[in-house]
């Protein structure tokens, strides 16, 4: 296990907090779920990874103006979802 891991395992000052990382980690993968496999992998790669639009262009085998695209709507989709949320 990880050091920092371990470290919030131990800590009970820490705990609510690696709860909360915890937590809003699994809402963003439950939410990038919902999205199309293109728009996820255009979202991932740009927003997350912070690769350039050309790059991620090329490992998808795709335009750089397609990835601008998808993530465009990767994001309007987000955003939606995010307003459903109670």
């Known amino acids: ?18 709860t909360l990382a915890v937590e809003a980690r699994d809402e963003v ?16 790669l740009t927003q997350i990874l ?11 085998g795709i335009k750089a103006s397609t990835i601008r695209v998808l993530t465009m709507r990767a994001r309007a989709h987000l955003r939606a979802k995010a307003v459903e949320l109670p």
């Open 50 to 60: 912070d690769l350039p639009t050309e790059e991620a262009g090329r490992m998808l």
């Open 1 to 18: 296990m990880k050091e920092s891991v371990l470290r919030y395992l131990v800590c009970p000052e820490c705990h609510g907090a690696f």
């Open 29 to 44: 993968v439950r939410l990038l779920k919902g999205l199309a496999p293109r728009e996820r992998a255009a979202i991932v």
